[in-house]
């Protein structure tokens, strides 16, 4: 039996929540929501595609749900008021948290927790304080959405399947989050093997280009049509498969890094590998001393930021 829970059925949650009936990654999906109609509409929605997708139990639930579950996703969060800064919302988010995170707790302590309100880094590593489980326990879905953006960039640009472009975005999921172009490599043909005149070939002003755009993509999004929803769907679902299915695949997701290149402290988007217990392993990837040091900035960044929070 897998049974996942999401707590938050906006627009994320409730996307994700999609994804997990079509590719059916669960026997068991409960929904739960401050507001219970959406919670409710969304499950008899759903429920209403069962007999063309997967058979499985779906239903709008309560914290009691959330026993037996084996990974619970959050996506609950505030929205931004006008004027607010980001620290006044990053409170608020905090103390949604501190409310969802003290029920769930009541009911389950095994679960992998997966968290993907933003900032997510940040929140990710209040869940882990806040609930005090070990930190493996506790993922955010960190880079892989971003690292998914360039990968598509990239392969825009050089006409190549994604699939077949092994390319990491890595640091803080927003503003200071840093491509990794020395490990960039074509089905194992490093860029700095690709000359001039390759159609892999990517010239300075690509590569900043493809940066910015993974970078700003998201605010391109919510400029066109409010919110992003179907792709960190899809990262989410692709998480839950690897840890339900104990793939053991290497995901940059959004791990506590404890003296990890300097940096102490904080969570960020590193590649990791995922299994059925979490966070096995994190990879420690060799980068240029200049990526090393924007990584550190990061770091520090985030790490500034939650020094002013109040926990
Ligand atoms: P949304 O559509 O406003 O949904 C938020 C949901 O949370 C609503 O349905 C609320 O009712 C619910 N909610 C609020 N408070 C509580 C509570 N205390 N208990 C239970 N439910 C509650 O937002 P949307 O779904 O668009 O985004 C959700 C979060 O995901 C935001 O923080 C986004 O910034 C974040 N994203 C993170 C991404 C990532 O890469 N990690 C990508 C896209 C969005």
Redesign the pocket.
């Known amino acids: 039996m897998k049974k996942i829970v999401v707590?938050?059925?906006?627009?994320?949650?409730?996307t994700f929540a999609y994804t997990v009936l079509v590719k059916g990654l669960a026997n068991e999906l409960v929904i739960?929501?401050?507001?219970k109609d959406?919670a409710e509409g969304d499950a008899l929605d759903l429920n209403h595609g069962l007999l063309l997708a997967q058979p499985m139990k779906i239903y709008a639930g309560d914290y009691p749900d959330c026993e037996e579950a084996d990974i619970i996703v959050i996506?609950?969060?505030?929205?931004q008021k006008p004027g607010e800064t980001r620290l006044d919302l990053m409170q608020r988010?905090v103390s949604?948290y501190r409310?969802?995170l003290s029920e769930v707790l009541k009911y389950n302590k095994r679960a992998i927790f997966l968290i993907?309100?933003?900032p997510?880094d940040i929140l990710t590593y209040i869940t882990i304080k806040l609930t005090n489980l070990p930190r493996e326990q506790i993922i955010?879905?960190g880079t892989l959405?971003?690292s998914s953006r360039f990968r598509y960039l990239i392969s825009e640009k050089i006409k190549v399947d994604p699939r077949n472009i092994h390319g990491l975005i890595i640091g803080e999921?927003g503003d200071t989050e840093l491509p990794i172009w020395s490990l960039l490599n074509i089905s194992g043909i490093n860029q700095d093997q690709i000359v001039e005149e390759s159609r892999f070939y990517l010239s300075d002003e690509d590569m900043e280009d493809i940066y910015e755009n993974t970078k700003n993509a998201?605010y391109q999004i919510i400029e066109k049509k409010g919110?992003?929803?179907y792709a960190?769907a899809l990262?989410l679902a692709k998480i839950c498969e690897t840890i339900l299915g104990d793939q053991k695949s290497i995901i940059p997701v959004s791990v506590y890094l404890d003296d990890y290149k300097g940096i102490n402290d904080v969570c960020l988007g590193i590649p990791s590998v995922v299994g059925r217990n979490g966070i096995e392993m994190i990879l420690d990837i060799p980068l240029s001393n200049e990526e090393e040091q924007k990584l550190i900035n990061s770091g520090k960044k985030l790490r500034e930021f939650i020094n002013q929070i109040e926990l």
């Open positions: 707590i938050g059925s906006g627009a994320v949650g409730s739960i929501d401050i507001n959406k996506t609950a969060g505030a929205a988010n949604i409310q969802i993907a309100t933003n997510v955010g879905s959405l971003d999921h998201a919110a992003t929803y960190i990262s």
